[in-house]
Each structure stands twice: as structure tokens, then as C-alpha cells.
């Protein structure tokens, strides 16, 4: 099978896991080319995969460089015009989350993707972990019956000051607040879970602590799904949250089940609780083997843009429950 040769767009901070995972992997995928304008930023990854060649201008890259695929690492409001410069290079794409910021830049992503045929994968990195693969699989194999509520969560104390939060502090640039960074986790991780189309969001946003950013610092949302399950996200960089606090829980017909992030507990009605002990596991790592090995067998990402475009829209409907103070079909948003 041939090696995939990867392009990264943008060469920051998130880059760093993602090399790693390329690295573990050499007989299925090699990076060729990085590009960034921080032309350290840009030595630095090349010489981290062992030698690479290094570009300051990603249509240049798409232009010359030797590459199947793209990884795009850059800031939130850079995201979608290189989704479409890629796509219409014929490149192949993983792009970190968020996908876009817009319903309109969502569009075009789409547009650009399907005219090219190219594959873009979301790195929603927190699929991998296994406790989410084995509740799935569960829930898809009917062990729990009809879900009837999903609760994700992402919490921690972030150090974040003016001084150091950069381009996150910014609401035009990174799209909103904390919602749609760290959010965004437990709002791919909720919709997986559910496995159905999200209809309706209500949500309230606070600013408990880092009162110098534009957005919020902290989000409760919650969705109602077209086959009536109701979701709960509860999300924040202001806190560390109370130890009981559950990664996903959910609780349906026949059974609930929870998880901290590594072990699966759950009961079924009349039975005993149990415990599924898993290994951990490098998400980022996993993400960027599934991503290359689905190039390689002309596989469908687990989330691919129309997933990514549905994650958007609850954070998008999200903000806009807050700002029109009423719950949000979403539908209704362009």
C-alpha cells in the first residue's frame, strides 16, 4: 500500500501531537512539506518529521509541493479558505476543529469537497478514546435500547491571561469563546452518541472568571435530536470540575452507562452494575492512523464534513439562543 505524503498547513503548538502520530506510523504516511508564515514555527516541524520542505505560503505548498493530503492546523478563522484551496488542489483533508465558522463558510467547505472528491476527516481526536467506541458499539448493537438522554462534558482551570490567550481572545477569530474551542469536543462527542440528526438548541453562556476575553469562559447547551433524545453539554475553562464529573454518561430504556474517560460502567435494568476496565490510548495518534488508513482503503471517515457542518450548527445555534434569548431551531439558521 502507498505511503501517504502530508502536507501541514499551519506548524503551531497542536501541530506537535499530530507529528507525533505521523511518526508512529512510517510505513503508511510521511510528511514531505510544512508551511507557515512563523518561519521558525515552520524549520521546526520539518526537522521534527526528519526533513521536509518548507513553505510560507500554503497555495504555494498545494502548488508544488509532493503531497497527497493536507493537515490543517490553523487559527479558527483561517480554517475554511484552505479546506477549499485543498480541495480544489485535489488534496485530501484533516482539518482540527472547528470545521469553519459560519453556516455560509460551511457551504462553500461542502461545495468545494464534494465538486473536487476529495475526503475531508474532522479530527475529532476524542472518538478514539475507547470507552466512546465501546458505549457506541453498544448502543448501536440495541444493549441499551432507545437512548433517552446524553450528558458530555469538558472542564479544566485554564491559565489564560491577556498576555498569553492571543488569538483566542478575539471573538472574530476564534468564532465565539470557549464553546467553540474546547466545546467543541463534547458537542462532536454528544451528536456521535446520539446518532441522530440535532433539531433544536437552547443555551445559556456565562464569563465566570477570564473576564477580559470577548466570549464566554464557560456554556451549558442543550439539544433536542429528531428521534427525541435530549443532550447536555456542559463546558468550561474557568473550573476544574467536581470529581464525580463524568466525561459522557448515558441513561436509555434499558440501561444507563457513564465513563470518566478511561474505564466503562453501566447497568442494565434488573442487573448488576459492571465495569469494562480499557487501556488508554494517544487519541491524536489513533485520529492521524484512521485518518491515513482511510486514504489508503478509500474508507469514510467516521466524521466527515456533513458531521462537522452539524457540530457547527449546534454551537452557531447555540450563540444565537443566547442572543436572542429563545430556543433555536436549526433549520432556521443561515
Known sequence: MAIIKIGLIGCGGITAPHVKGYLRIPEQAKVTAVSDVVAANAEKRAQEVGGAEIYSDYNEMLAKADIDAVDICLPHHLHKDAIVAAANAKKHILCEKPLC?????????????????????????????????????MINEGVFGKVYEIRTTDSFFNSFDPKNIGWRGNRSMIGGGELIDTGYHPTYLLLYLASSEPVEVTAML??????????????????????????????????VP??????????????????????????????????????GVDTFAEEIKDFVTCLQEGRR???????GINVLKVIL????SVEEKRTI????LV
Request: with cysteine; glycine share 8%; aromatic share 8%.
Open 101 to 137: 465558522l459560519t453556516v455560509q463558510e460551511a457551504e462553500a467547505v461542502q461545495q468545494a469537497v464534494s465538486a473536487n472528491g476529495v475526503t475531508l476527516m474532522c479530527a475529532h481526536n476524542q472518538l478514539t478514546m475507547p470507552p466512546v467506541a465501546k458505549v457506541k458499539q
Open 206 to 239: 456565562s464569563k465566570h472568571r477570564l473576564e477580559f476575553m470577548d466570549g464566554e469562559d464557560s456554556a451549558q447547551v442543550l439539544v433536542r435530536f429528531a428521534d427525541g433524545a435530549v443532550g447536555n453539554i456542559v463546558t468550561s475553562w474557568a473550573y
Open 242 to 279: 467536581a470529581a464525580i464529573t463524568e466525561k459522557f454518561s448515558i441513561v436509555a430504556e434499558k440501561g444507563n452507562a457513564y465513563s470518566y474517560g478511561s474505564d466503562l460502567f453501566y447497568k442494565l435494568q434488573g442487573g448488576e452494575p459492571k465495569k469494562i476496565e480499557l487501556s
Open 301 to 307: 471517515p467516521v466524521n466527515t464534513e456533513a458531521e
Open 317 to 320: 445555534g447555540a450563540y444565537k
Open 329 to 332: 431551531s436549526l433549520s432556521d
